[in-house]
């Protein structure tokens, strides 16, 4: 492959991913749990160990059909998500320990650029081989590293290095890595693309390379066609990049198989809504887009959204949005049954990017939000809570991916 001007002279970005990070967690924890098939989650499984990923354990899978998987030698754990978010703390000390370019992409990924640190580290192989070894030390979980000249290759290489290994693509031997693999290891290519490249003949990332870029784009259309192509040829000049603000922050929580009423589901809502609206204040950003989303007994997704008028991050004005979209998707919940609630803020922005609006008048909502805010941090989450969530236990937020 033909390096172009501009382009990395070395394998320097490298995707790090914990493997089976939940499960990880659990067997570090319990060491009774080590070597067995561990399911994080009852009604859905959230997460599996490799344990049962080799007895063809998926996520997300019901818990009755993962059971079943695995003949009655299944340990089922329930999560633990203030001990996820720990050690998801310590291992990005260590991301960030090991070079100040650190690109997070989820509580248990990130992207690391290594490129400046050849004289003082050595090769981006042995930065990555080391880093594997601190968090094997220092927190206990295993994680997989890829190293190649760009982020998408490093990722790819990551997953396929899976599980506890350390894979580079080098420099050169890009497209000879890549074209074997199947398509699916391209980013954009889900369950229905794959299918339609599929009655198309086309099978590997080389297959799909060779048919070209013009032909692709009349196959999946102009963009599609684009940017897959791009990608089949290990074309991906993005950066790693630091310091970006998030524009999104959410939350979601697993219901379960059994049958949920319309007021425990709506009564979760609202315990996602309280703690996302803290989130938002702690980080002194506004929001515009509510985002409602629901998984159903056949694990089809739906998403309802809509904007506000003017940036907030008034709890009061998120929750009355967000059961509208509820009050709207429950034709589908009474349906098809719910499993999974999340809800999502987006749009976000900073309090200098609104302008304030006349008249000024006192907004007696605000001084409560704060209120609550500081009773909770100083004596905990439940210290003040609604009257209808009273008795009710929802469990903390589990971690949704940025956007």
């Known amino acids: 492959m033909r390096i172009e001007h501009g382009e990395r002279m070395s394998a320097s970005i490298l995707h790090a991913d914990l493997d089976s990070f939940y499960a990880s967690v659990e067997q570090r924890d319990d060491p009774a749990l080590r070597g067995r098939p561990v399911l994080v989650g009852g009604g859905v499984v959230l997460a599996a160990s490799y344990e049962a990923k080799a007895l063809g354990v998926s996520t997300p899978m019901p818990g009755g ?10 340990v089922v754990v329930r999560p ?87 894979l580079e693509v080098p420099v050169g031997g890009e497209l000879d890595f890549l074209h074997p693999l199947p398509v699916r290891r391209l980013w954009g290519v889900g369950a229905k693309t794959e299918a339609r490249l599929a009655d198309a003949g086309i099978e ?40 970006k603000r998030r524009k999104s922050i959410g939350a979601q929580r697993a219901l379960g198989r059994r049958i949920k009423s319309e007021d425990e589901i709506e009564s979760t809502l609202i315990a996602i809504v309280d703690g996302l609206g803290k989130r938002l204040r702690t980080a002194d950003r506004l929001c515009r887009t509510i985002v409602l989303r629901l998984r159903f ?13 003017e940036p907030t991050d008034s709890t009061a004005v998120v929750l009355a949005v967000a059961r509208g979209l509820f009050d709207e998707a429950l034709p589908l919940i009474r349906e098809r049954g719910c499993t999974l609630i999340g809800l999502s803020l987006t749009n976000l922005c900073g309090h200098d990017a609104v302008q304030l609006a006349l008249p000024f008048t006192a907004d007696h909502d605000a001084e409560l939000d704060v209120a609550v805010d500081r009773l909770r941090t100083r004596y905990g989450r439940d210290a003040v809570t609604r009257g209808r969530l009273v008795g009710r236990h929802h469990g903390p937020d589990a971690p949704m991916l940025p956007d």
């Open 297 to 309: 007994d056949d694990f089809d997704r739906v998403t309802r959204s809509r904007s506000v008028g």
């Open 80 to 166: 633990r998500f203030d001990a996820y978010v720990e050690a998801s703390r310590a291992v990005f000390e260590v991301f960030r320990d090991t070079t100040p370019i650190v690109e997070g992409i989820s509580v248990d990924e990130a992207f690391l650029d290594v490129g400046g640190l050849r004289k003082i580290a050595g090769s981006p192989v042995a930065i990555g081989a080391r880093l594997r070894h601190r968090i094997r030390d220092e927190v206990g979980l295993p994680i997989t590293v890829g190293a190649a000249r760009s982020k998408f290759l490093a990722k790819v290489a990551s997953a396929v290095g899976k599980p506890d290994g350390l």
């Open 65 to 74: 059909q993962a059971r079943a998987l695995c003949q009655g030698a299944a």
């Open 204 to 243: 590997t990332v080389g297959d799909l390379a060779a048919l070209g870029e013009e032909h692709l784009s009349r196959l999946l259309g102009r963009g599609s066609g684009r940017h897959l192509y791009a990608l089949s040829m290990a074309r991906d000049p993005r950066r790693v990049e630091t310091g």
